[in-house]
């Protein structure tokens, strides 16, 4: 972590993720000399709005102590924009995130081909086939695989990228420890230990439709291009080919059916000039003059590929019928009965069912974080498990169910 790390934590707790602040930057240097300058300064600067600078005068420097002492009890790091590990490809977009929230070893992507293959989380047998063989072809030649760690075509993104021995990157649309997909947590734990997560969301910021298109810009921003892989009219990855645009990165395409009305936005991007993918080599043979570590000698073909007894195997350790979308419905419904259900507890089992989480916590612990007594907790626990929404575990350990 860097010295001036509180106040890159102030400015983007100041401003919100996501804010255009290469023009802030450019006129006050950095965030502590931003910091540093009188209110005056601030109303007169012409990259500085009311409202921000409003948001600016009500935060406080302390407030991101609170941030930096989660990270370091949980081990996660923190680069900030000044930081030597920041990626300098991501500095060239117009918003570039004031820190990042990494879990695992961040590459260093400014020597690196890295390439994002994004996609439909309904994915079809080909989806998944194309994207694993794409994945794994790639890293096999020496890229690094970008992804969003989401069901469907993110997932064997990754997967291909790790069955290949690689590295590869998720980038999260929500805090570390948030409890978003659930059901995708063992492929994040897989690919915190052959890469890294990332977020510009700080610990526990709970992922929401405006985080996921704020997301996808660092996915193209750590990218040279840009593979789309199955994708509707109205997809998220148009908005990430959209995004790759403007920050003039590659986008590459693999053609559907042209009867296929669920993922007409793949082809649509072709007739609007996207390159056409139809093996590894199409994605990185342009970078291989750049970068030492593409090795194109080592491209192996599509039948190839597909042959590899590895890539039949490379998903056992992840069902595909337990990561489907209609499982994640399913999951979404329980979910909702759930919290359904916690609504009309009482205020003790509330306060109890508030401190739970996915990981099995000592009552003595619970009664802490609750305020609750010590009798009222057991009832309250009791109830809970009655109404399934808790489980129990030897030594008086309890967790959401």
């Known amino acids: 972590m860097s010295e001036n790390l509180r106040y890159w934590l102030w400015l983007q707790r100041a401003l919100g993720e996501g804010a255009y602040i290469s023009k802030i930057i450019e006129d006050f240097g ?3 000399d931003l910091y540093n300058s009188n209110i005056l300064e601030w109303k007169m600067s012409t990259s500085l709005t009311v409202k921000q600078v409003t948001r600016l005068e009500q935060t406080r420097l302390t407030d991101v102590d609170e941030i930096i002492y989660s990270c370091e009890n949980n081990n996660w790091d923190i680069i900030d924009y000044e930081d030597i590990r920041y990626p300098k490809r991501l500095k060239e977009i117009v918003n570039p995130p004031a820190v990042l929230f990494v879990d695992g070893e961040l590459p260093d992507f400014d020597n690196l081909a890295a390439i994002a293959i994004v996609g439909t989380r309904k994915a079809s047998e080909y989806a998944v086939k194309v994207t694993h063989v794409m994945s794994r072809g790639i890293t096999e030649a020496g890229a690094l695989v970008i992804s969003g760690a ?3 075509v993110d997932t064997y993104a990754h997967r291909g990228a790790i069955a290949a021995g690689g590295k590869t990157v998720a980038v999260l649309g929500c805090g570390f420890g948030s409890t978003y997909l659930h059901e995708n947590k ?3 734990d897989i690919i915190k230990k052959n890469g890294a997560l990332i977020t510009e969301y700080p610990p526990f910021t709970k992922a929401s439709k405006t985080t996921f298109p704020m997301r996808n810009r660092i996915i193209s921003g750590l990218s040279l291009g840009v593979l789309v892989v199955e994708a509707g009219v109205k997809s998220g990855s148009l908005i990430t080919a959209k995004l790759a645009l403007e920050q003039n990165r ?4 693999v053609p559907v059916s042209i009867l296929s009305t669920d993922f007409a936005g793949t082809n649509k991007l072709i007739d609007d000039g996207a390159k056409v993918v139809t093996k590894p080599e199409h994605l990185i043979e342009a970078y291989s003059t750049f970068y030492d570590s593409i090795d194109l000698s080592k491209i192996r073909t599509v039948d190839e590929l597909m042959y590899d007894e590895s890539i039949k195997c490379a998903n056992a350790e992840i069902d595909s019928k337990k990561y489907s979308f209609e499982n994640l ?7 909702a009965e759930r919290q359904s259900t916690a609504m009309s507890l009482d205020k003790d089992s509330k306060a109890v069912y508030s401190c739970l989480d996915d990981t ?6 619970i009664i802490n974080e609750s305020g ?3 009798s009222k907790a057991i009832t309250a626990l009791t109830q809970l498990e009655l109404a399934g929404l808790a489980k129990s575990a030897s030594g008086k350990r309890y967790r959401l169910s």
């Open 30 to 32: 950095s965030a502590k």
């Open 150 to 152: 989401a069901l469907g």
């Open 186 to 188: 063992p492929l994040r």
């Open 250 to 253: 590659d986008v590459y395409a």
């Open 329 to 335: 419905e399913r999951g979404r419904a329980a979910r």
């Open 360 to 365: 099995y916590k000592h009552i003595d612990l």
């Open 372 to 374: 609750v007594s010590s």
